[in-house]
Structures are given as structure tokens and as C-alpha cells.
């Protein structure tokens, strides 16, 4: 099986910044892709950002400019930079990885999620 843990989650007033990070371990072969999903309060789960093996990456329009999606494949980690944050960002953010067990088997996983809140 393989586990996500997301870390750096918090309160944060408008204007300022987080910074998220995720660590993949347990039976890994490959890591495909991972990234960044949010769920607003009362409202369905969102993309944020995704980082492929080969470091492409893709942002929601409303994170981009602010938001900076880094990976170290070596580690099997994940973060995300979040600057000049602001109210509406304020969600439950989850870590995901695309995760190839073995040489013919991949899964999508999930981490538990990370709460940020963004207020004065």
C-alpha cells in the first residue's frame, strides 16, 4: 500500500503565504504524477496544480501567478507554494499521486488533507 501525508497547513491572514508538502511512502515503484486538490467549504473538490515525473505542470486559473507546484522525485515528495493568499482559498487541501506499484499496476491515492483557513 502506499500513504500520502500532507504537512503545513494553518492560518494564515489575506495577503501572506503557506507553503504545503506531501510525502509518498510505502510500496512504490514509480511515481507517475502528483499534485494538489481543495475542497471550499460547502463546495466540491477542485484542482489546484499537477506536477508529472518529467516536470510539467499544470495550474487551476485561479491559483496561477500565486501558487508554485515543485516536486522531488527522488523523495517522492510534493509541495505547493501559496502566496498572496486570500479568502477565497481557504479549504481542505489534499495531496494525490498516481502511484505504479509495480511494473503493470497503478492507483490513485490520497493523503487525509490539510486544513488552511485564510483570515484577518
Known amino acids: 500500500q502506499v500513504q500520502l501525508v500532507e504537512s503545513g497547513g494553518g492560518l494564515v491572514q489575506p495577503g501572506g503565504s503557506l507553503r504545503l508538502s506531501c510525502a509518498a511512502s510505502?510500496?512504490?515503484?514509480?511515481?507517475?504524477?502528483m499534485g494538489w486538490y481543495r475542497q471550499p467549504p460547502g463546495k466540491p473538490r477542485e484542482v489546484v496544480a499537477t506536477?508529472?515525473?518529467?516536470?510539467?505542470?499544470d495550474y487551476a486559473d485561479s491559483v496561477k501567478g500565486r501558487f508554485t507546484v515543485s516536486r522531488d522525485n527522488a523523495m517522492s515528495t510534493v509541495h505547493l507554494q501559496m502566496d498572496s493568499l486570500n479568502p477565497d482559498d481557504t479549504a481542505v487541501y489534499y495531496c494525490?499521486?498516481?502511484?505504479?506499484?509495480?511494473?503493470?499496476?497503478?492507483?490513485?491515492?490520497w493523503g487525509p488533507g490539510a486544513q488552511v483557513t485564510v483570515a484577518s
Open positions: 494525490s499521486a498516481r502511484v505504479y506499484t509495480n511494473r503493470s499496476h497503478w492507483d490513485d491515492y
Open positions: 510505502g510500496t512504490i515503484f514509480h511515481v507517475v504524477a
Open positions: 506536477v508529472t515525473r518529467g516536470g510539467s505542470v
